[in-house]
């Protein structure tokens, strides 16, 4: 009778196929509970509303349900000061990764954002990959995904 359990089970996991999960983290992450990491948290949770808006407006086009990004599947890929040494104006290039139902990658999308006080503008938009849903989400799916990058 075990042998039989460990043999579905075993069929299963073999002939099935899995859903590929794009959310490995490569970007740097400082000491935990460190001041940078704490800085860093704050920056992404000042930011994510505008990060929201941005994947709402794009996705909206394409999915009937609206993804969300979470600040650990956001990759900071440059953070540039604008102007002289401690002139407040930056330009911010994120990743991110947005997901639907549970943590079911849509795709990936690159945002550059304008920063200065009181001043968060979006420059750029690119969609960089759409990643294809599981079976049981297609029912979500709109239209297929463009590649053009919206500004």
């Not at 505008?50 to 909206?60: A, E, G, L, M, R």
């Not at 969300?68 to 990743?95: A, C, K």
Request: glycine share 2%; hydrophobic share 40%.
């Amino acid at each position: 009778m075990k042998r039989m359990i460990y043999i579905a089970v075993f069929s299963t996991l073999f002939f099935f196929p899995t859903i590929p999960c794009h959310a490995e983290q490569t970007y740097y992450q400082p000491a935990e509970k460190s001041k940078e990491e704490l800085m860093m948290d704050l920056f992404l949770s000042l930011l994510s509303p505008h990060i929201d808006q941005t994947v709402f407006n794009y996705y909206s086009d394409f999915l009937l349900k609206s993804p969300m990004v979470y600040p650990y599947q956001i990759d900071i890929t440059s953070m540039n000061r604008i102007g002289e040494y401690r002139s407040f104006e930056f330009l911010v290039t994120l990743e991110v990764t947005p997901v639907v139902g549970p943590h079911i990658s849509v795709g990936k999308d690159q945002l550059i954002f304008y920063i200065s006080p009181g001043i968060v503008k979006l420059k750029k938009f690119k969609h960089l990959e759409t990643y294809e849903l599981p079976p049981r989400w297609q029912h979500i799916i709109k239209k297929k995904i463009s590649m053009s990058p919206l500004s």
